[in-house]
């Protein structure tokens, strides 16, 4: 890489960099899966919040901050970051890394580890797309992918969630690289770069195996119609050689995949689930993440962009390895849309800089007037940045609950994710108090000295604290209910 490619990549990386700072003020409300994060990379105990509080007794501030917190002796419990995982629904590698990170932060509970940890994750991701972009496009525009990239709605949305998606978008983009390396030279050395790269691939979450797997499919048959049986071989140990170790080393990605309750619901979602119910759930969120708010012109051009390559016999010659990661692309997004557990624009984060990168390709390649394609790439930012000005990124949100720390709280347990994502507003009030709906310990409240929140969604329980209290009125809040004399 030229020193002046240097520059522009250190120019890109920078503003990316600050527009992701920039979005810190916003994020005062952390998803409940968020919040996992922490308790399943920090927890010495265990990784669900129910099995860290004490039930029918009164706990304070500091005991529940200390949850999300990494406390001095949980520094070296590695092995808990294993047990936590395996009893979740995810593979160990991001978890381990946040936990390193939160040493930086011992003792404290913060954003800041996850968007550390995310910001490495994107520095690392631009290199790689630059330099698939050089591969892919040549060296004098291989930038422009990186910008269109960088200044996208949906890079600030990855780089926001505090889960292991730009971390996964990362690894992608080095797989996608590693495999371009690859078809140009099946050597010993790329070969084992890209088994070590599957491999952590696989061991961060398991959308990576479905991302692999569609290019190295699409690769095989190619190899296959060229009769290359020596290289298929190679090829396919490679890749199979890094998932039996990942099962080997954790065992438990067998119950999450096949029998876990995701395991089940990707299995049942895969018969039941309709694609274009899906499609449509997440056209909007997606179409103003990556696609610039004109996904239908952008999915139809890389339509008549497949159909040119696979009409003209030189131009497929020329762009196997462009062919193989665009349609392994577009097939991982057909799957993923099927099968998604959950209706979140999440699962495509790692094809975003793909998408960013084929839609430059699209231009690059059919648009020859120099000063046309400047406009064009000018207009795909002038509606990136109107699209940010618009609309904050997914996973930011300022928070809407009144704070009181002078008041305590019964909590009313209903689940285990619905309790991690209200504990960031419990942790404000004085003392909290959890127990579940069979509450009846009226003595702990019946002094009456003070106002009580009582956070349950059922009225029945305050009906009965009114019949066995002191107290004889309540009104309705934010969250939960208040209870008066």
């Not at 890394?97 to 040493?103: A, G, L, R």
């Not at 949305?157 to 996964?168: C, G, K, N, P, W």
Request: charged letters at 20%.
């Amino acid at each position: 890489m030229k020193n002046k490619e240097k520059i522009y990549l250190f120019i890109i990386i920078l503003t990316g960099i600050i527009l992701i700072l920039l979005q810190l003020p916003k994020k005062q409300i952390l998803d409940g899966d968020e919040l996992y994060s922490y308790t399943l990379s920090n927890s010495k105990i265990h990784g669900f919040i129910i099995n860290n509080i004490e039930i029918n007794k009164w706990t304070s501030q500091e005991e529940l901050k200390k949850i999300f917190e990494l406390n001095n002796d949980e520094i070296f419990s590695i092995t808990s970051i294993y047990k936590n995982q395996a009893r979740d629904v995810h593979p160990p590698f991001y978890y381990l890394i946040f936990h390193i990170i939160s040493i930086i932060f011992l003792n404290k509970f913060s954003i800041l580890p996850g968007i550390i940890l995310n910001i490495i994750a994107y520095i690392i991701l631009m290199i790689y797309l630059y330099k698939v972009s050089k591969e892919i496009i040549g060296k004098k525009e291989s930038y422009i992918p990186c910008i269109l990239y960088t200044l996208s709605l949906g890079m600030l949305s990855t780089a926001m969630f505090i889960r292991m998606y730009m971390l996964l978008t990362t690894i992608c983009i080095i797989f996608t690289y590693l495999f371009i390396e690859l078809t140009k030279n099946m050597n010993k050395k790329n070969l084992i770069k890209l088994s070590i790269c599957t491999y952590i691939g696989f061991m961060t979450h398991y959308f990576f195996l479905i991302y692999a797997f569609f290019i190295s499919l699409i690769y095989i048959i190619n190899l296959l119609l060229e009769k290359n049986k020596k290289n298929t071989i190679k090829y396919i140990k490679t890749m199979i050689t890094p998932i039996i170790l990942g099962f080997i080393t954790f065992p438990f990605a067998l119950i999450h995949i096949f029998k876990g309750y995701r395991g089940e619901e990707t299995h049942e979602n895969l018969i039941k689930s309709n694609i274009i119910t899906n499609f449509k759930t997440i056209y909007e969120t997606l179409n103003k993440d990556i696609f610039y708010n004109i996904m239908p012109i952008i999915l139809l051009i890389i339509l008549l962009l497949i159909i040119y390559i696979i009409k003209k016999k030189k131009a497929l010659n020329n762009k196997k390895t462009l062919l193989t990661i665009l349609l392994g692309t577009i097939l991982y997004f057909i799957l993923t849309l099927k099968i998604i557990p959950i209706l979140s624009t999440r699962y495509f984060y790692p094809i975003y800089p793909v998408i960013a990168l084929i839609t430059y390709y699209i231009i690059s390649k059919t648009i020859n007037n120099k000063h046309i394609k400047i406009l064009a790439i000018i207009f795909l930012i002038t509606l990136e940045i109107s699209t940010q000005i618009k609309y904050d990124p997914s996973w930011t949100q300022k928070k809407n609950i009144i704070e009181n720390s002078d008041t305590n709280i019964i909590y009313i347990i209903k689940d285990d994710y619905t309790t991690i994502t209200d504990t960031q507003f419990l942790i404000n009030y004085n003392q909290i108090y959890f127990t579940n709906e069979q509450f009846n310990d009226y003595k702990i409240i019946d002094k009456c000295d003070k106002e009580i929140i009582i956070k349950t969604d059922n009225i029945e329980i305050i009906e009965k604290i009114l019949k066995n209290t002191k107290y004889k009125t309540y009104e309705q809040q934010n969250f939960g209910y208040k209870i008066k004399c």
